[in-house]
């Protein structure tokens, strides 16, 4: 079988990246370096040639020190380098090929060379590219983000939420003491020199705040750097002892691990903060500086869809220190406005009514921030959905776009991803995808669409297709967490992860406590609103015909005007319509609990759906032809759990009730977006509360919130430059408006605006 490149985007990228601070031939030398570590230790243990290979990046690739920055700690990445996401890199020992290659217009003529032999070695050892020839097909399987097919597959360790607790508890002298217990192993060599890595890396922070003394502008910040220095010393050989100390420990560590989600920062934090501001270490307004300043630290790195920040919720200890922070955090949310960090608030019912009416407060202000999880439902559904006790229940996070993970027990990166309307297309056409003609069942067996004689005989050979794909999608999960393994450890990431040193084993190789995994779904509302039509105008009524239906869609509707505005006055989900409304739940609950027994009958700690939405439903729209619920070919599919653009007509309280039906104990996250004006949330801010508390009573599990006025969307299109800083909830993350794309922009444009 001929070589798959996979040289191409990898990830949905919206926000502009800073530029690298090395010059060109620089960043060419570290990056031949990287290779040149590789190809040095390739036949040692994989811990050794991480730790080998880590060296070479770190701390080189650490950048100067701010002006305002009073946490140290910003780093670059290159297109060849360590990671754990294609968010800030890639996976593993990673080349990003597409950069590569345009980093060459960076050099001089002559050194194109010395990059294409990067080119060339790469191909065959980036992690993800080795995955890639094992999975992908022509015809079922296809990499993130080609949308041609009906499932796309991945490799990445996406949604790493580390102990933190643990770090700022023992330090980084507490950690090397606890590994030296154990009986050594090439992991616990690799751990070890990671650690002397990580010192090193504070050593040179120290060093990039002397050169930033050397420049600063005013006595005040000459104090605020001897400060940040003090603190390095301190955490260079101690555990932290103060707030600024222990925020400047987890970050440091963060960069070097690759990790771009960050926790239940309240819980790390808030006992610092609590006792710094009650001995008077530091202000209210300082601390507010400190926050302010990491939540900038954040927004430069620039992941899209990452950087979660989450507080509140069950399962702390010290409930009024990390109500401190989380009070903080909101002050800072508000005031920023920043499209990272994801700042998240689990909340429940006995939640101080401040924190509730701030972040309610921060909503209204246009910020998109916080996002509301209801921990009065998630915790007893990740209880039932990831097969634990109460208590590890209750440490759950949410990240990226809306997945849940145990914070320093699990791991559960969604590397797998299934397109439930082109699915139920090829079941219309004898296994064919009508978008491009090729055959895409495997070995399922379906009948020419004139033999089938009832609904429930048509969803079941649905569903019969759907369990196909849910095996294609447990054995691609399975086989991304092998690939990964045999290539890296992970160190930084496993060291603070529960029971890694105890196993002496790295977390993809049995040292991890729960090995779990999420699969992204999409068009799930479109294709169940397609089958309510199905149901209703062939089955129930008889009015048309399946094949009439179906040559509808493949003409685009072009031709069938007429039937095209039947299928639209159809009930569509998120009107509060029972019958619609209880087809779309029977399709996720047959799908989430589907993908669940898939994961228990592999072996898996859990594999979930998380019912997502990150770009992918417009990308993956592009390549989906027209469809029964009267999606016309080409346009972006329904947004999450939400209906598809302009199908809700009944209003936010019908909306919400539609939303509220799905049982979160069967999923592993899920993505409620609406949109608010002003005057909505301003004017009628007590009857919105009201509508809100009636939805999370109700069961709903989580919701993100725009704000916005009539019109300004539409404006920002014509007019981007006048708005610069216009925020929108995509989806599971948030955007500024303008940097979207028009497809994007139209698909946001097309959700209901309520007033």
């Not at 691990?257 to 960050?262: D, F, Q, V, W």
């Not at 993908?595 to 228990?600: A, N, V, Y």
């Not at 592009?622 to 809700?648: C, F, I, W």
């Amino acid at each position: 079988m001929p070589r798959i490149n996979i040289d191409g985007a990898q990830n949905v990228e919206i926000s502009k990246k800073i530029p690298c601070e090395k010059p060109a031939l620089e960043q060419l030398e570290i990056m031949e370096a990287y290779t040149q570590a590789y190809k040095d230790h390739m036949h040692d243990d994989k811990a050794i040639r991480e730790a080998a290979c880590l060296k070479t990046i770190f701390p080189t690739l650490f950048r100067s020190i701010e002006e305002d920055d009073l946490i140290a700690g910003r780093l670059d990445f290159l297109p060849i380098g360590f990671g754990a996401v294609t968010s800030i890199g890639g996976v593993g020992h990673y080349c990003v090929f597409h950069k590569l290659r345009a980093f060459k217009d960076e050099l001089p003529e002559e050194e194109h060379a010395r990059v294409d032999a990067l080119y060339d070695f790469w191909q065959e050892h980036d992690v993800k590219s080795i995955y890639c020839q094992d999975v992908l097909n022509d015809t079922t399987t296809g990499r993130f983000i080609d949308c041609r097919y009906p499932f796309m597959a991945t490799v990445r360790l996406s949604g790493m939420m580390l102990n933190y607790k643990k770090l700022v508890t023992v330090g980084v002298d507490g950690l090397i003491d606890e590994i030296r217990t154990e009986k050594e192993n090439d992991f616990l060599k690799g751990t070890l020199e990671a650690l002397d890595l990580f010192k090193d890396v504070i050593r040179n922070e120290i060093v990039l705040v002397n050169e930033a003394k050397q420049k600063a502008s005013s006595q005040k910040r000459i104090e605020e750097l001897e400060q940040m220095e003090s603190d390095l010393e301190y955490i260079l050989d101690h555990k932290p002892a103060t707030f600024r100390q222990a925020l400047q420990l987890v970050w440091l560590y963060a960069l070097c691990a690759g990790c771009i989600n960050y926790g239940r920062l309240d819980i790390v934090l808030g006992p610092f903060l609590k006792q710094d501001l009650e001995n008077g270490t530091i202000t209210d307004q300082q601390a507010y500086d400190v926050i302010r300043s990491l939540w900038k630290l954040i927004e430069n790195r620039r992941t899209t869809v990452n950087g979660r920040i989450i507080v509140g919720g069950q399962g702390r200890d010290d409930i009024e220190a990390c109500d401190t922070f989380t009070k903080l955090c909101l002050r800072v949310c508000k005031d920023t406005r920043y499209v990272e960090p994801q700042f998240t608030l689990r909340f429940d019912t006995a939640t101080d009514p401040e924190i509730m009416d701030m972040a309610y407060e921060c909503i209204a202000s246009g910020a998109t921030y916080p996002t509301l999880y209801n921990d009065d439902v998630n915790v007893p559904a990740v209880e039932h959905a990831m097969r634990l006790d109460r208590k590890r229940a209750e440490q759950y996070i949410p990240f990226g776009c809306g997945e849940f993970v145990i914070q320093g027990k699990s791991v559960g990166t969604p590397n797998t991803l299934l397109n439930m309307v082109k699915i139920l297309q090829m079941v219309l056409n004898h296994g064919v995808d009508p978008m491009d003609g090729i055959y895409k069942a495997g070995p399922v067996q379906l009948k020419n669409i004139e033999e089938y004689k009832t609904f429930d005989e048509f969803y079941d050979a649905y569903k019969q297709l759907l369990d196909y794909y849910f095996e294609l999608s447990v054995q691609a999960q399975q086989h991304s967490y092998e690939v990964m393994n045999k290539e890296v450890s992970f160190l930084f990431s496993s060291i603070l992860m529960d029971d890694c040193i105890g196993r002496r084993k790295a977390l993809l190789d049995g040292g991890v406590e729960i090995l779990g995994g999420t699969n992204e779904t999409y068009g799930n509302i479109n294709a169940s609103d397609a089958l309510y039509t199905i149901k209703k105008l062939v089955f129930d009524e008889k009015k048309y015909t399946l094949k009439e239906l179906n040559d509808a869609a493949l003409a685009n509707f072009v031709g069938y005007e007429k039937l095209h505005k039947e299928i639209m006055d159809l009930p569509k989900y998120g009107n509060d319509e029972t019958e619609c409304d209880d087809l779309a739940n029977d399709l996720y609950e047959y799908t989430a609990k589907g993908i669940r027994q898939k994961g228990i009958d592999h072996g898996m700690g859990y594999y979930l759906i998380v019912i997502s939405n990150n770009q992918t439903n417009t990308d993956w729209g592009h390549e989906t032809d027209a469809s029964l619920d009267g999606r016309k070919r080409g346009v972006y599919m329904n947004p999450a759990n939400n209906p598809q653009g302009g199908n809700s007509k009944n209003g936010p309280t019908a909306v919400l009730k539609s939303l509220s039906r799905f049982d979160a104990k069967y999923h592993g996250g899920s993505v409620q977006n609406m949109k608010f004006t002003p005057r909505m949330m301003h004017e009628d801010k007590e009857k919105v509360k009201a509508l809100f508390r009636t939805y999370f009573k109700n069961g709903g599990c989580q919701l993100m919130v725009t704000v916005v006025d009539h019109g300004i969307l539409e404006d920002a299109q014509k007019h981007p430059e006048n708005y610069p800083d216009l925020i929108v909830r995509v989806a599971g993350y948030s955007a500024v408006f303008v940097n979207l794309t028009p497809d994007v922009q139209e698909e946001l444009l097309s959700r209901t605006l309520y007033d």
